[in-house]
C-alpha cells in the first residue's frame, strides 16, 4: 500500500488518533488473498464514544464528511448512537469526500460478528509503514455468509478456497 494511496491516508489518520479498528470489508479480502475491486475502506470499530469521536475527527482530518447530517459531539452520546442502530437500520457511518465519492470511508456500527470477536480474531499486517489489524478470513467469511449479496457469496467461496489452502 503506497502511502498515496486513499486507504493508507485514512489508516494512518485513524491510527495517529489512535482510533481501535479493524480493517474488514472489501479491503480485508484483498489483503487475505482474494483480488476484487473495491472502491471503499471498511473499518469496524468499538461502539464507544471516545472512539466514535476520535475516528470521526480523523476522516474529517482528511477532508471527508459524514454522509448524514451529524456533529461529532454527538457520537459521544451511545444512547443516540444505538437508537441510530436500532430505530434507523443505521449499520455504517459513511464518511465521504464530496468531489471524489470514491475516498470513501465506512466504519461499521452494527455487524453480524461482534466487534470483540473481529478484533480477537484479526491478524495484523503491515500496510508501508503502518501495522493495521484486519478481519481473518474465518471472521470474513462468517460476516459474508447469508447477506444476500451477490459479491459477498463470490466472496465467500474465494476466501474458502484460500483457507483450504492454509490448512
Known amino acids: 500500500m503506497a502511502e498515496g494511496l486513499f486507504y493508507h491516508q485514512?489508516?494512518?489518520a485513524l491510527t495517529a488518533k489512535k482510533v481501535r479498528f479493524v480493517v474488514v470489508g472489501g479491503v480485508a479480502v484483498n489483503l487475505q488473498g482474494v483480488p476484487r475491486f473495491t472502491a471503499d475502506l471498511d473499518v469496524a470499530i468499538p461502539i464507544d464514544g471516545d472512539t466514535l469521536q476520535a475516528?470521526?475527527?480523523?476522516l474529517l482530518g482528511i477532508g471527508l464528511v459524514?454522509?448524514?447530517p451529524i456533529q461529532v459531539e454527538q457520537l459521544a452520546d451511545i444512547a443516540?448512537?444505538?437508537a441510530w442502530i436500532d430505530d434507523r437500520n443505521l449499520r455504517?457511518?459513511?464518511y465521504q469526500?464530496?468531489?471524489n465519492p470514491l475516498r470513501q470511508v465506512d466504519l461499521l456500527l452494527a455487524t453480524t460478528v461482534p466487534y470483540d470477536e473481529i478484533e480477537r480474531d484479526a491478524e495484523t499486517m503491515q500496510?508501508?509503514?503502518l501495522e493495521i489489524r484486519v478481519a481473518s478470513v474465518g471472521v470474513l467469511i462468517r460476516m459474508k455468509t447469508g447477506t444476500g449479496r451477490a459479491q459477498d457469496a463470490s466472496d465467500v467461496d474465494a476466501l474458502r478456497r484460500v483457507q483450504e489452502l492454509d490448512l
Open 127 to 129: 500496510a508501508g509503514d
Open 66 to 68: 459524514s454522509r448524514i
Open 55 to 58: 475516528a470521526a475527527q480523523a
Open 92 to 94: 455504517a457511518l459513511t
Open 10 to 12: 485514512a489508516l494512518r
Open 97 to 99: 469526500d464530496r468531489d
Open 80 to 82: 443516540t448512537v444505538q
